[in-house]
């Protein structure tokens, strides 16, 4: 029996390591990214991507027509990368209508009215591109569904 409960004992301190050395990695990881985050906000390689990313938003925008709506698919590439992967190689939505002046003196400060402004009509542009892509399916396979007799 007393070799028993030394063994259990010996598991039970083991294990206590163990969880401790879990936590401290833990807190050591937590740590790790979290400078990571601050120096990838301040890396010159984000500052730079920020200022080109945000010439080819405008750029896009301004030849959205011009491209017949092929530049929309950047501009939804764009969106994704700031706002869904949080990623700071790409500027806020707004920023590229600043003045350089204005956006070298606030960075990441794209004003509300530009961003929101564009978030909409990104919005509404992808509504009205799905809209017509459905309604040329309906076009195109709708005369298949009546030759095939599943549309009287």
């Known amino acids: 029996m007393c070799a028993q409960t030394q063994k259990q004992e010996s598991e039970n301190k083991n294990n206590a390591e163990t969880a401790r050395a879990l936590q401290l990695r833990k807190r050591q990881l937590i740590a790790m990214r979290q400078n990571q985050t601050q120096e990838n906000a301040e890396s010159p390689v984000s500052k730079v991507g920020a200022k080109?990313?945000?010439q080819a938003l405008k750029?896009?925008?301004l030849n959205l027509i011009d491209s017949f709506g092929l530049t929309l698919i950047y501009i939804n590439f764009h969106f994704l990368g700031k706002y869904i992967a949080g990623s700071n190689l790409f500027s806020d939505f707004g920023e590229e209508w600043l003045p350089k002046t204005a956006s070298e003196a606030m960075p990441g400060?794209?004003?509300?009215a530009p961003k929101?402004?564009?978030?909409i009509a990104l919005f509404l542009?992808?509504?009205i591109l799905i809209i017509l892509v459905l309604f040329a399916l309906i076009i195109?396979?709708?005369p298949a569904l009546i030759v095939v007799g599943i549309i009287s």
Request: proline fraction near 0%; charged fraction near 15%.
């Open 140 to 142: 195109i396979f709708t």
């Open 59 to 61: 750029f896009s925008w």
């Open 52 to 54: 080109f990313t945000a």
């Open 109 to 112: 400060k794209g004003g509300g």
């Open 116 to 119: 929101w402004f564009e978030i």
């Open 125 to 127: 542009l992808d509504f």
